[in-house]
């Protein structure tokens, strides 16, 4: 799939009501440009798929959409065999539909957990005098503490994430060490909050405040959290968020050696 491909994706997402970011398109492409499948019918594209590969062993597939005008006829079925093709040999994860659990088991994936996305309203709390802007830290302090919440290093991805446009990156620093990490960007509708790696609850809670204080005043707020993280799931009550919708993780493989306990809002659904 080309560059402008990736926009055609973005763009069936938004028909389904995903809501991806303004500028999803250029951060996926960054993390693998040949990560992404598009399925065609006499020149026309009419299907899509993520297969992205971090350091050739983690795989994650998402984006996996077929115009609804062209469903039942086999094409997604092709496009999904291309995409597991593309990561043999990987430990391939993938957030679904809980619907489709049976279906992905099918093919070896296995349930790990539940992330359930919450909304909210943006609200200007206090910042704490803990939190800065990411632009004052340091990339490699970030790129660090991103790695205990993420299977794979993501450098590539992760500089583009951090520099959207639009997008603002908030930092927690204890003791003189970075504590916790968010980003929070403008969606088709309202903001999405994610990752959202912190060391403790308290920490989560103050990233938090700081992100839904960027967005616009009463514009929606969505934090997906994964239901493994006992913590995490304190978080949205403390806010006032209410949950929305839930994806099943699911791995091929063992689960990842990450550090859950620190990861209280997830990227992204389709790229993990």
Not at 117 to 134: K, L, P, Q
Request: glycine share 10%; net charge negative.
């Amino acid at each position: 799939m080309r560059r402008e491909d990736v926009a055609f994706a973005i763009d069936l997402a938004a028909r389904e009501g995903w809501n991806p970011g303004l500028h999803d398109a250029e951060c996926f492409f960054s993390a693998d440009p040949g990560g992404f499948l598009i399925g065609e019918l006499d020149g026309e594209a009419l299907a899509c798929i993520s297969a992205v590969s971090y350091a050739g062993r983690y795989g994650f597939i998402g984006l996996y959409i077929v115009r609804r005008e062209f469903r039942g006829r086999g094409f997604g079925m092709r496009l999904w065999h291309s995409a597991l093709d593309r990561l043999a040999g990987h430990n391939i994860g993938l957030d679904g539909v809980v619907a489709q659990q049976s279906n992905y088991g099918r093919f070896n994936f296995r349930l790990a957990y539940r992330n359930i996305r919450y909304r909210g309203r943006a609200e200007h709390a206090a910042i704490d005098d803990s939190v800065r802007v990411g632009s004052e830290a340091d990339f490699r302090a970030i790129s660090d503490l991103d790695r205990l919440i993420f299977p794979e290093p993501r450098e590539a991805f992760l500089r583009q994430w951090l520099a959207q446009p639009s997008a603002s990156t908030y930092v927690s620093e204890r003791n003189g060490r970075l504590s916790g990490y968010t980003v929070v960007r403008k969606c088709r509708e309202g903001w999405k909050i994610g990752p959202l790696a912190a060391d403790d609850l308290a920490t989560a809670r103050h990233l938090y405040d700081a992100a839904s204080a960027h967005a616009y005043p009463d514009d929606a707020v969505f934090l997906d959290v994964p239901e493994a993280n006992a913590a995490a799931r304190l978080l949205p009550a403390a806010r006032g968020l209410t949950p929305v919708f839930e994806t099943a993780r699911m791995y091929t493989g063992a689960d990842p050696a990450i550090d859950l306990s620190k990861l209280f809002g997830v990227t992204t659904f389709e790229l993990g």
